[in-house]
């Protein structure tokens, strides 16, 4: 398809499992995003890469969180031992080389933790 | 870091106009930036201020005042479908020029009234 697109679109695991989110993006877009959106909130940074370089991970919230793009297209963001807290709407978003912020997102993949 | 306030609801009658404020504090601003997001959907670019004034788009316009860290989405002639959440969102770029993420506001969600 010609959008982002991220699977599963809904997950629901137990505290304590691993989870895995994948992105993949507009074909060509160098830089990915991913954000986290609490019910009721702006989308919150996680991390941004431009090709495979992760160049930002500043919003990543614990080291629970990893981010990989090690082809410069799909990227796969990793959850491990997943808390209640990580319930959240994990949004993908890819910009074009246009340098306008117009960022492109995902439906996003619907985590909740039990 | 940054700060980014605007109103948490508003509603609005069908065929109206209505006005939605977002004030900010950075430093490094490169950007405003408004999306749409419906429920349950991804959020979706609406427009860009970079500069100063008023930037319009058909029924959108946005203003943007940098001096006073303030910028305003402005809908006209409302229409039920316009019924959202409006998310304000600042770009900065810090001294490296590699972070180009965007922060964003916790959203205003709109109601469009018949």
């Known amino acids: 398809g010609a959008g982002v697109s991220q699977s599963p679109r809904y997950k629901v695991a137990k505290r304590g499992q691993d989870v895995a989110l994948r992105c993949d993006p507009i074909s060509g877009h160098v830089s990915l995003f991913w954000y986290q959106q609490a019910l009721g909130q702006g989308p919150e940074f996680l991390t941004y890469f431009q090709n495979e370089a992760q160049l930002d991970k500043s919003g990543l919230p614990s080291d629970r969180f990893f981010a990989e793009r090690p082809e410069g297209s799909v990227s796969t963001l990793k959850i491990q031992r997943t808390q209640q807290e990580d319930s959240a709407v994990y949004l993908c978003?890819?910009?074009?080389?246009?340098?306008?912020?117009?960022?492109?997102f995902g439906e996003g993949s619907r985590l909740t933790v039990l | 870091g940054q700060n980014i306030d605007q109103p948490t609801e508003m509603t609005a009658t069908e065929g109206a106009i209505v006005q939605i404020n977002c004030t900010y504090q950075?430093?490094?601003?490169?950007?405003l930036f408004w999306y749409q997001q419906h429920a349950g959907e991804a959020p979706t670019f609406l427009s860009y201020n970079v500069l100063d004034g008023l930037e319009e788009k058909g029924r959108f316009s946005s203003f943007l005042s940098r001096s006073k860290g303030y910028s305003y989405l402005l809908l006209k002639e409302l229409q039920m479908k316009d019924s959202a959440s409006y998310l304000c969102a600042v770009r900065v770029l810090i001294s490296s020029g590699s972070a180009r993420q965007l922060t964003f506001g916790s959203g205003t969600q709109l109601t469009v009234l018949p």
């Open positions: 950075t430093s490094g601003f490169n950007g």
């Open positions: 978003a890819s910009e074009g080389t246009a340098n306008t912020g117009e960022l492109f």
